[in-house]
Antibody
Framework: EVQLVQSGAEVKKPGESLKISCKGS????????IGWVRQMPGKGLEWMGI????????RYSPSFQGQVTISADKSISTAYLQWSSLKASDTAMYYC?????????????WGQGTLVTVSS | QSALTQPRSVSGSPGQSVTISCTGT?????????VSWYQQPPGKAPKLMIY???KRPSGVPDRFSGSKSGNTASLTISGLLAEDEADYYC??????????FGGGTKLTVL
């Protein structure tokens, strides 16, 4: 069974750093792109970026380029989303998603979400 | 890369049909074979309902169907059930392994 299991909720202060994780299981992690999606409170889904764990090829939405870093450690089947200096506006639910490997480019599996709260 | 345009809300009575539109540009929806739709019930993670414009994953009822014309994709839900009440999002690839979501539509079953 394919699963994406994300790390737990975080409460941070502005200016702090943070790295959240997404562990894939039940499939060949190396061979599927993993993306990140933001959902701010009461708002819609926003595509942030995507990484191919096999060679770490990474693409970002222009809106998030330079604001976050996406990485992956294929040895432990885990993808990461990190911030070097959090802002209050980073408060949101973050989902990791798997890009389907059938060539139809849809997000067929979603993590349960990680709630990040940034508040002084 | 702007969000795709969806109506903020739609509604229908049980048994009726509703259609949710998703309008983009020739750089995304209009030029893509890979428009997908996601259902997000309150407080839950989204779920894939339609991929490649009109294909249904296994387990998704055939009451859900998708189509596309020009720069606008559509999701139609027929025979509405109370359990269909949720937020719905379209998504299109925008080239070079980047994607864009729609703003979301809240479906209310009256």
């Amino acid at each position: 069974e394919v699963q994406l299991v994300q790390s737990g909720a975080e409460v941070k202060k502005p200016g702090e750093s943070l790295k959240i994780s997404c562990k894939g299981s039940g499939y060949s992690f190396t061979n599927y792109w993993i993306g990140w999606v933001r959902q701010m409170p009461g708002k819609g889904l926003e595509w942030m970026g995507i990484i191919y764990p096999g060679d770490s090829d990474t693409r970002y939405s222009p809106s998030f380029q330079g604001q976050v870093t996406i990485s992956a450690d294929k040895s432990i089947s885990t993808a990461y989303l990190q911030w070097s200096s959090l802002k209050a506006s980073d408060t949101a639910m973050y989902y990791c998603v798997r890009l389907s490997g059938d060539g139809y480019n849809s997000y067929d599996y979603w993590g349960q979400g990680t709630l990040v709260t940034v508040s002084s | 890369q702007s969000a795709l345009t969806q109506p903020r809300s739609v509604s229908g009575s049980p048994g009726q049909s509703v259609t949710i539109s998703c309008t983009g540009t020739s750089s995304d929806v209009g030029g893509s074979k890979y428009v997908s739709w996601y259902q997000q019930p309150p407080g839950k993670a989204p779920k894939l309902m339609i991929y490649a414009v009109s294909k249904r994953p296994s387990g998704v009822p055939d009451r859900f169907s998708g189509s596309k014309s020009g720069n606008t994709a559509s999701l139609t839900i027929s025979g509405l059930l109370a359990e269909d009440e949720a937020d719905y999002y379209c998504c299109s690839d925008a080239g070079s392994y980047t994607w864009v979501f729609g703003g979301g539509t809240k479906l209310t079953v009256l």
